[in-house]
């Protein structure tokens, strides 16, 4: 499974960015598909994940109410909307994808890793 993330850039608080995840390969579209986040001197952090089906979504506690995860298969994408960005979103976000049900993304490994792309939040 391939996997290419775009959309970051910059944005001031308050405003809203898309991400967008292309996946590729073989049964690339029965993997849950998620995306990570590394700040600059922190480790890497679960940020949402949902199903292969587009169901049963989850999130981080930082984002809740802010970011929505949704996937389209016919055109093997998942997208993450974020809205009403504060600084502390800025990141290398990280599309991932990975065999187990979203519940279990905020432990455990992932199949596999996109590219990151960066997301910048000015105040």
């Known amino acids: 499974v391939q996997l290419q993330a775009s959309g970051g850039g910059l944005v001031q608080a308050g405003g809203s960015l898309r991400l967008s995840c292309g996946a590729s390969?073989?049964?690339?579209?029965?993997?849950?598909t998620g995306w990570f986040r590394q700040a600059p001197g922190r480790e890497r952090e679960f940020v949402t994940a949902?199903?292969?089906?587009?169901?049963?979504?989850v999130y981080a506690d930082s984002v809740k109410g802010r970011f929505t995860i949704s996937r389209d298969n016919a055109k093997n994408t998942v997208y993450l909307q974020m809205n009403n960005l504060k600084p502390e979103d800025t990141a290398v976000y990280y599309c991932?994808?990975?065999?187990?049900?979203?519940?279990?993304?905020?432990?455990?490994?992932?199949?596999?890793w996109g590219k990151g792309t960066l997301v910048t939040v000015s105040s």
């Open positions: 949902i199903s292969w089906l587009g169901r049963m979504p």
């Open positions: 390969g073989r049964a690339s579209d029965t993997y849950a």
């Open positions: 991932a994808a990975r065999r187990s049900p979203p519940a279990q993304w905020t432990s455990g490994g992932v199949d596999y």
